[in-house]
């Protein structure tokens, strides 16, 4: 069967066909070498049959024009005289023009009208044929009663029965939440039956029963509480997870049954009511033993669990408190790091998740994603990864989210000012034995016109260094008695207004068990793995690499041979995954020692550009995805959109694409449900852009959303910056250095090109004159 669409009009109102081919060999014997249209239309709608007869030529009137249906004749036309229409069609057949006196229009199309049409006329040879398909909206045929009471520890089978063309679907919720089946709920009869065993009180509330097609849905809900309990006393109307609006009022049942006058008490995340001033006058626990709180600010968001003051029962809902987001708190003076990486803040709260931030500087609107080395961050700060003398200025930031914005921040005048520079810089490495001491020496000086900075010391994890074995003088720190907890790496902090610099040390305590692998470091690829790192230990130890799916308690441990090698590479792994990773060493002295780890997704294996496939013009495809946005979540970034508003009767399937620098590639593994209008990217690269789209499926087609981009900035830090300012000195002498053998280098092959071109030179001319080279060949 082939099927196309169009569309038409009359009397000025828009009509939609969807029409159908058959081919004649499928309608019998007497109908051979002819096609039947297929035409569909909805209960209470019209639908036009446009009848193209095989006239004589120069005649273009049909005579005697007959419709019939199932062999019998409904409407006729014969010369100038009115129309005959049979009775159960009066009033609803009309020609559709004057012009077109063979197509007719049904209106008020009714369920019974389905079945097969023809026409002809007694000038024409021709009787085309129309199968008419009429889609019913749902209608119940059986339903629960609206209020059913049970005893806890009762089955019970909810049934709901619908009919409609198409078939309509059943869908059950409970309060307002799709049932999910487990151990004791199940869903039968292709879902029309939903069975509850072992009923207990996290099984009562609202039963909604959904049947839908193409032509609407309808509901209905039943209760489902209990008759009596047996025991102590049972919370039977236990408060339910909420999502309401900033300044909105909200209320949590809390139902005991049998009914006393026993007291319930309630806690915003495990503390009593009472014991929070910012509810007071806003919160009341009511007399059924309900919470009421007006009006909700952005605080009272959390998890509030009404317990029986007995302690037989308590329950427990989450109250989720959405509002436009807002800049929470503006500082009138930021500094930034003269040709460093600094950060403007832009201290930002916001339920839903921001999605988007922007910036004025000097009352002129800023866009970063056009500006070299300027990025928005995930937190809405703005990120400059080199700062000079033209970012000083006046900034105001505006963030906004799902609910909109609260307005602008104020104004922040950004300063650059130089930061501090170390003077003195511990060594790369101390090396000392048990018991001895080790003195590490640090100290910075601040920049004209900036504060003396404040020097610390400090281990790799950001713990401060201390103890009874510390001295500290000045800026330099000395323990004694060393042991082999002391081992690890330690950082020399100085910090100002303007920004922090930080210079690392490693001390090592020798004659001792082997301390844990440090620096490990993983590259990956969408199957293997290549691992480095540097030794806890001087002296001779084995490795051993571990590892295991993040989802997974197997782990795998693989020996590293050679033993005096700090690499290794391992394959064999499932692209799209997160690994842990961890290397283990042992030497004859104790024990293996394992270092924290590393965790490390392998890339998703894309589909091959030329997998993609493309949209056939000749199959009908659902209407695009609408709204298309990507947010920043802890777990990933998460694309959502909205169904199509256009033939989404079409949709079978969304898919998601994606593109870098390249073509467009498939992102999703497997198709994603209709019923499902979102999607967690993760594993995406730090430092790239990317471009995505979703693409709605029919059987033979698709259609795109719009196209979103998202810049992913590299994860830069003051910290991370500022580590070098310490290697200022030798990193330019480097860069002069090497720029001087590049230039030599540049010289010596400009000479060598010049006696080339010469020698060829001459050799040509000798070639034409006759003279030749005592050095020529």
Same mark, same amino acid.
């Given at each position: 069967?082939?099927?196309?669409?169009?569309?038409?009009?009359?009397?000025?109102?828009?009509?939609?066909?969807?029409?159908?081919?058959?081919?004649?060999?499928?309608? %019998?014997?007497?109908?051979?070498?002819?096609?039947?249209?297929?035409?569909?239309?909805?209960?209470?709608?019209?639908? *036009?049959?446009?009848?193209?007869?095989?006239?004589?030529?120069?005649?273009?009137?049909?005579?005697?024009?007959?419709?019939? +249906?199932?062999?019998?004749?409904?409407?006729?036309?014969?010369?100038?005289?009115?129309?005959?229409?049979?009775?159960?069609?009066?009033?609803?057949?009309?020609?559709?023009?004057?012009?077109?006196?063979?197509?007719?229009?049904?209106?008020?199309?009714?369920?019974?009208?389905?079945?097969?049409?023809?026409?002809?006329?007694?000038?024409?040879?021709?009787?085309?044929?129309?199968?008419?398909?009429?889609? $019913?909206?749902?209608?119940?045929?059986?339903?629960?009663?609206?209020?059913?009471?049970?005893?806890?520890?009762?089955?019970?089978?909810?049934?709901?029965?619908?009919?409609?063309?198409?078939?309509?679907?059943?869908?059950?919720?409970?309060?307002?939440?799709?049932?999910?089946?487990?151990?004791? *709920?199940?869903?039968?009869?292709?879902?029309?039956?939903?069975?509850?065993?072992?009923?207990?009180?996290?099984?009562?509330?609202?039963?909604?029963?959904?049947?839908?097609?193409?032509? %609407?849905?309808?509901?209905? $809900?039943?209760?489902?509480?209990?008759?009596?309990?047996?025991?102590?006393?049972?919370?039977?109307?236990?408060? $339910?997870?909420?999502?309401?609006?900033?300044?909105?009022? @909200?209320?949590?049942?809390?139902?005991?049954?049998?009914?006393?006058?026993?007291?319930?008490?309630?806690?915003?995340?495990?503390?009593?009511?009472?014991?929070?001033?910012?509810?007071?006058?806003?919160?009341?626990?009511?007399?059924?033993?309900?919470?009421?709180?007006?009006?909700?600010?952005?605080?009272?968001?959390?998890?509030?669990?009404?317990?029986?003051?007995?302690?037989?029962?308590?329950?427990?809902?989450?109250?989720?408190?959405?509002?436009?987001?807002?800049? $929470?708190?503006?500082?009138?003076?930021?500094?930034?790091?003269?040709?460093?990486?600094?950060?403007?803040?832009?201290?930002?709260?916001?339920?839903?998740?921001?999605?988007?931030?922007?910036?004025?500087?000097?009352?002129?609107?800023?866009?970063?994603?056009?500006? +070299?080395?300027?990025?928005?961050?995930?937190?809405?700060?703005?990120?400059?990864?080199?700062?000079?003398?033209? =970012?000083?200025?006046?900034?105001?930031?505006?963030?906004?989210?799902?609910?909109?914005?609260?307005?602008?921040? #104020?104004?922040?005048?950004?300063?650059?000012?130089?930061?501090?520079?170390?003077?003195?810089?511990?060594?790369?490495?101390?090396?000392?034995?048990?018991?001895?001491?080790?003195?590490?020496?640090?100290?910075?000086?601040?920049?004209?016109?900036?504060? +003396?900075?404040?020097?610390?010391?400090?281990?790799?994890?950001?713990?401060?260094?201390?103890?009874?074995?510390?001295?500290?003088?000045?800026?330099?720190?000395?323990?004694?008695?060393?042991?082999?907890?002391?081992?690890?790496?330690?950082?020399? *902090?100085?910090?100002?207004?303007?920004?922090?610099?930080?210079?690392?040390?490693?001390?090592?305590?020798? #004659?001792?068990?082997?301390?844990?692998?440090?620096?490990?470091?993983?590259?990956?690829?969408?199957?293997?793995?290549?691992?480095?790192?540097?030794?806890?230990?001087?002296?001779?130890?084995?490795?051993?690499?571990?590892?295991?799916?993040?989802?997974?308690?197997?782990?795998?441990?693989?020996?590293?041979?050679?033993?005096?090698?700090?690499?290794?590479?391992?394959?064999?792994?499932?692209?799209?995954?997160?690994?842990?990773?961890?290397?283990?060493?042992?030497?004859?002295?104790?024990?293996?020692?394992?270092?924290?780890? @590393?965790?490390?997704?392998?890339?998703?294996?894309?589909?091959?550009?030329?997998?993609?496939?493309?949209?056939?013009?000749?199959?009908?495809?659902?209407?695009?995805?609408?709204?298309?946005?990507?947010?920043?979540?802890?777990?990933?970034?998460?694309?959502?959109?909205?169904?199509?508003? /256009?033939? *989404?009767?079409?949709?079978?399937?969304?898919? @998601?694409?994606?593109?870098?620098?390249?073509?467009?590639?498939?992102?999703?593994?497997?198709?994603?449900?209709?019923?499902?209008?979102?999607?967690?990217?993760?594993?995406?690269?730090?430092?790239?852009?990317?471009?995505?789209?979703?693409?709605?499926?029919?059987?033979?087609?698709? /259609?795109?959303?719009?196209?979103?981009?998202?810049?992913?900035?590299?994860?830069?830090? =003051?910290?991370?910056?500022?580590?070098?300012?310490?290697?200022?000195?030798?990193?330019?002498?480097?860069?002069?250095?090497?720029?001087?053998?590049?230039?030599?280098?540049?010289?010596?092959?400009?000479?060598?090109?010049?006696?080339?071109?010469?020698?060829?030179?001459?050799? /040509?001319?000798? +070639?034409?004159?006759?003279?030749?080279?005592?050095?020529?060949?």
């Amino acid at each position: 069967m082939i099927r196309s669409e169009g569309r038409g009009n009359r009397d000025g109102v828009a009509l939609d066909f969807d029409v159908s081919f058959v081919p004649g060999w499928l309608l %019998g014997a007497q109908d051979k070498g002819k096609q039947a249209i297929f035409l569909t239309a909805k209960s209470g709608e019209f639908v *036009v049959f446009n009848c193209q007869l095989d006239l004589p030529v120069g005649v273009d009137t049909p005579l005697d024009l007959r419709w019939s +249906k199932e062999d019998k004749t409904i409407y006729s036309l014969a010369d100038e005289k009115d129309p005959w229409v049979a009775e159960r069609y009066k009033d609803r057949i009309l020609l559709v023009s004057s012009y077109a006196r063979s197509s007719i229009n049904l209106t008020s199309v009714r369920e019974s009208d389905g079945g097969w049409y023809s026409c002809g006329a007694s000038n024409s040879n021709s009787t085309p044929r129309f199968r008419l398909i009429v889609n $019913t909206p749902p209608r119940f045929l059986v339903t629960p009663e609206d209020m059913i009471r049970i005893n806890f520890g009762d089955a019970i089978i909810l049934s709901c029965q619908a009919e409609g063309r198409p078939a309509p679907e059943i869908r059950w919720y409970k309060d307002a939440s799709p049932v999910e089946p487990s151990a004791t *709920v199940g869903l039968f009869n292709q879902g029309s039956e939903l069975r509850i065993s072992d009923i207990w009180q996290q099984d009562l509330g609202d039963y909604t029963c959904i049947a839908g097609n193409t032509g %609407g849905q309808i509901s209905h $809900t039943s209760t489902l509480t209990t008759v009596s309990v047996k025991g102590p006393p049972r919370i039977v109307v236990p408060p $339910t997870n909420q999502t309401t609006l900033e300044g909105e009022k @909200v209320r949590f049942p809390c139902e005991i049954s049998p009914a006393s006058n026993l007291t319930v008490e309630w806690t915003h995340d495990g503390t009593s009511l009472s014991a929070l001033p910012s509810l007071q006058g806003r919160a009341s626990a009511q007399r059924d033993g309900s919470l009421v709180i007006n009006p909700v600010t952005s605080e009272d968001s959390g998890f509030y669990s009404c317990e029986i003051m007995t302690g037989s029962d308590s329950a427990m809902a989450y109250l989720n408190v959405e509002y436009p987001a807002k800049v $929470t708190f503006t500082p009138t003076v930021q500094f930034l790091p003269f040709r460093l990486a600094g950060v403007v803040q832009c201290s930002i709260k916001a339920n839903p998740p921001l999605q988007y931030v922007t910036w004025t500087k000097d009352k002129r609107l800023l866009e970063p994603y056009s500006i +070299k080395d300027t990025f928005i961050m995930s937190n809405g700060s703005l990120l400059l990864t080199k700062v000079t003398q033209e =970012h000083e200025g006046n900034y105001t930031c505006t963030p906004y989210n799902a609910q909109g914005t609260q307005g602008s921040s #104020g104004p922040m005048e950004v300063l650059v000012r130089k930061p501090p520079v170390f003077t003195v810089e511990p060594d790369s490495l101390y090396q000392r034995k048990v018991g001895e001491t080790v003195e590490m020496h640090c100290d910075a000086q601040e920049a004209e016109g900036t504060q +003396k900075p404040n020097i610390q010391w400090q281990l790799r994890n950001g713990d401060a260094v201390q103890g009874e074995r510390v001295t500290m003088s000045k800026a330099n720190i000395s323990i004694s008695d060393l042991r082999r907890t002391d081992f690890g790496y330690y950082q020399c *902090v100085a910090s100002n207004e303007v920004a922090t610099i930080v210079s690392a040390t490693r001390l090592v305590v020798d #004659g001792t068990l082997p301390h844990a692998p440090h620096n490990l470091t993983a590259n990956c690829t969408e199957t293997t793995v290549t691992l480095s790192w540097l030794p806890g230990y001087t002296y001779k130890q084995d490795y051993v690499i571990l590892y295991q799916e993040s989802s997974s308690m197997e782990q795998t441990s693989v020996p590293v041979i050679p033993n005096t090698t700090t690499m290794t590479t391992i394959t064999g792994l499932t692209p799209g995954t997160d690994y842990l990773f961890q290397v283990s060493a042992k030497n004859t002295q104790g024990d293996m020692m394992t270092n924290v780890g @590393v965790t490390m997704p392998t890339p998703l294996q894309p589909a091959q550009e030329d997998d993609v496939p493309r949209p056939s013009d000749d199959g009908p495809k659902p209407g695009p995805p609408l709204g298309l946005t990507i947010t920043d979540t802890s777990l990933g970034y998460l694309l959502k959109w909205q169904t199509p508003s /256009e033939k *989404v009767d079409l949709l079978q399937y969304y898919s @998601v694409r994606y593109k870098t620098d390249s073509g467009w590639r498939i992102l999703n593994r497997d198709d994603i449900d209709p019923a499902d209008t979102s999607y967690l990217a993760k594993n995406l690269v730090e430092g790239r852009t990317y471009h995505f789209r979703v693409m709605a499926h029919s059987a033979t087609s698709f /259609e795109p959303s719009n196209e979103v981009k998202l810049s992913i900035p590299s994860s830069i830090t =003051h910290d991370d910056t500022a580590a070098l300012v310490g290697d200022n000195s030798l990193f330019i002498g480097g860069i002069l250095l090497i720029g001087a053998i590049l230039f030599v280098a540049a010289i010596i092959l400009s000479i060598c090109a010049i006696r080339i071109c010469n020698k060829r030179r001459a050799r /040509e001319n000798g +070639k034409i004159y006759g003279i030749h080279s005592p050095n020529s060949i």
